[in-house]
């Protein structure tokens, strides 16, 4: 049970709702570590095969939660000294790197705000769906810190390209939902009341695929966007076909695909 998120399990698909709409999802310490302990926990959660990330209320996330970092806490860790603020930002820049990790596709549901580190949960999800209402920007510029923080600077560039990416990192400014739809940084837009539905639609087609085609597709999605050559990544590409090759799976889509009915699929 969490205090700062809701998830709704339906089958093989989890709903995850950034559930502090008042503070428009703002990021506090107790959020990250319940998210945190949510995308650690997927990697043996064998029911979940995809995921859907969302914001409850009207935006997806506005990023850390400014009035609990100036409570005060924040100066302890600076006079903590280096080692005790390196630990305080890795801490949460983990948190991306967790949901890399996770084997089970995610799809972000973005709609209103999502900035900071909002923006950085929804760029390391695997696909974006955008409401109308979504602006996304990276907000830690406009305060005084670098904009390449937990992760940004990776993901923005391999979804957008370097010019799209070094705009929106050195201004800080806001992308709307059309022009991040034109420049591929979400895969569609829709009216803010479709968004859940369109989210659960896309969700529904990934699970009518086999269960392990659908964790190694993503895995090798994930280590060929670095591949060192087109070698590196056929090797991968390889070993997966290999792998899935051999499972009673593979074998029910041969028998579905021939007999002209939907396959039956165990994760076997």
């Avoid at 801490?91 to 950085?120: C, D, N, T, W, Y």
Wanted: neutral net charge; proline residues 4%; contains cysteine.
């Amino acid at each position: 049970m969490y205090e700062t998120l809701a998830v709704e399990r339906d089958k093989h698909l989890t709903a995850l709702t950034l559930n502090r709409p008042d503070a428009l999802n703002a990021l506090s310490r107790r959020m990250v570590n319940e998210l945190r302990d949510f995308f650690w926990n997927l990697a043996e959660d064998t029911e979940t095969r995809v995921v859907i990330v969302r914001g409850a209320g009207r935006a997806f996330c506005a990023g850390l939660d400014l009035k609990e970092a100036g409570d005060g806490s924040g100066e302890v860790e600076r006079a903590a000294g280096v080692p005790a603020a390196l630990r305080s930002q890795r801490h949460i820049a983990e948190l991306m790197m967790l949901m890399r990790r996770a084997p089970q596709p995610i799809i972000a549901a973005v709609k209103g705000a999502a900035s900071g580190g909002g923006f950085a949960i929804a760029l390391a999800s695997d696909v974006r769906i955008a409401g109308e209402s979504a602006r996304m920007n990276a907000a830690f510029i406009r305060l005084g810190l670098s904009a390449c923080d937990v992760g940004v600077s990776y993901f923005l560039p391999r979804i957008v390209g370097a010019s799209v990416a070094s705009e929106l990192l050195l201004t800080g400014d806001f992308i709307d939902a059309a022009r991040a739809e034109r420049t591929g940084l979400v895969s569609r837009v829709v009216p803010d009341a479709e968004l859940d539905a369109a989210a659960r639609e896309m969700a529904g087609r990934m699970l009518r695929n086999a269960p392990l085609a659908l964790r190694l597709t993503k895995e090798a999605l994930k280590h060929n966007l670095d591949a060192p050559s087109l070698e590196a990544a056929i090797a991968m590409e390889d070993r997966n076909q290999v792998l899935t090759a051999g499972t009673r799976d593979f074998r029910e889509g041969i028998a579905a695909f021939l007999q002209k009915r939907p396959p039956v699929f165990e994760d076997r």
